[in-house]
């Protein structure tokens, strides 16, 4: 299938139904063609398979994380996210996953404030970045399948973007598409504290600010579990650096045992690091 097409033909149906149009028509005329399927042989050590369900089971999704914390009354504010025409500094497979992470995360806050235009941009710059990664079949399998289908709500287009590269056994078939998928979970959830810090920031309500606080508060179990998951790429110099300033994140967390003890002082430390965490990605 060709790429541009492919692009195309995804990113018109999700701003169509990001501004609350009906895509169906649109989505049956513009795809045609089946996407390719992959046949890289399954070589995938099933203890690090096993390892890699375990965790993400057990971790919520970022892009529900997104979607909770939409509701929270804090106008949409399209400066907190990356540009999506910014050509990140990449070197690396592992960065690159990274930021696949940021990007579905950035076009998933665009997509439940259903600014349809952030959204259009977005999925350009996530088929774009998944090219570069050499996923971009990947994505068309997985991607495109669903399309075929007749995307027709947000609920169903969030769905998708959970199941790019992390909920795909289709996909993991190797140790280092399992390390790809773990590194891309990563850069998602590290993109959902950002915006969980910095959404938490324009909060006035002191009601919303209270359960703001505790739903920062809440991802001390959910990164354990995200720094156990990358414990086993010890071998992998900048997970190790990745996965070392998250678990700093985490101590700090989880030093607070009750969610009302977390005050201005304690977010402001936490959000600092976060910070700090995420503009090394997206520098």
Known sequence: MNKLFLATSISMSIMLVSCGDKPSEEIAENVTAEAPKDTTPITVNEETKFKFDFAIANIPSPVGSINEISGWGVDYNNTLLVDAKKQLA???EFSKALALG???????YAMV???????????????TTSDALG???AVDQMVGKRAEKNLSNKDSLLKILDE???KSDS????NERVYTASSVFAGSWVESLYLTCKITEGVKDAAVKEKAYK????????????TDLLNDYKDKKECVALNDELKKIHTEIDAIKDPKDLKDANFKTISEKIYALRASIVK
């Open 90 to 92: 990449a070197s690396s």
């Open 102 to 108: 940021v990007f579905n995360i950035d076009m998933s």
């Open 113 to 127: 404030n259903n600014k349809g235009e952030d959204v259009l941009k977005y999925m350009k710059t996530v088929v």
């Open 135 to 137: 996923l971009k079949s």
């Open 164 to 166: 790019i590269f992390v």
């Open 171 to 174: 996909y993991l078939r190797t």
């Open 215 to 226: 739903h920062l508060w809440d991802q001390r179990f959910y990164l354990k579990n995200l």
